[in-house]
């Protein structure tokens, strides 16, 4: 299964194939939904965290692209990274716009998922 592509991105908007706009995206291989810091206590700081990419990998995703933000001020939890390349998955952390390119020219070649803030 492919991962939906992001068609456009603004500040505040994601626009995603077979999903419509959303604020922040969670996405994997067949599917996607909008993503809810408030599922796991997410802040901007200690940022991304293990249990925001469980879903992720539980839908197949090998790869996984954590967006920083379009100004950064996202954190990835170190810890969560680690947790990633433990498991094997191959981990990418990139700025908003730079993390949506990647994640795309992924989605036809790999089972990526993702998690997309689209503004800070």
């Given at each position: 299964m492919r991962s939906p592509r992001i068609v456009a991105s603004s500040w505040g908007k994601l626009h995603v194939e077979g999903l419509g706009v959303v604020k922040d995206l969670k996405a994997w291989p067949g599917g996607a939904r909008e993503w809810d810091w408030s599922e796991t206590g997410t802040r901007h700081s200690p940022g991304i965290q293990v249990a925001d990419v469980e879903e992720l990998l539980d839908h197949g995703a090998t790869v996984v692209v954590l967006s920083q933000g379009m100004e950064e001020r996202l954190e990835v939890a170190p810890s969560t990274v680690q947790a990633l390349e433990s498991r094997?998955?191959?981990?990418?952390?990139?700025?908003?716009?730079?993390?949506?390119?990647?994640?795309?020219?992924?989605?036809?070649?790999?089972?990526?998922?993702?998690?997309?803030?689209?503004?800070?």
């Open positions: 094997g998955v191959e981990v990418h952390v990139a700025p908003t716009p730079e993390a949506i390119a990647l994640y795309n020219d992924l989605t036809g070649t790999t089972p990526v998922g993702g998690l997309f803030h689209s503004t800070c």
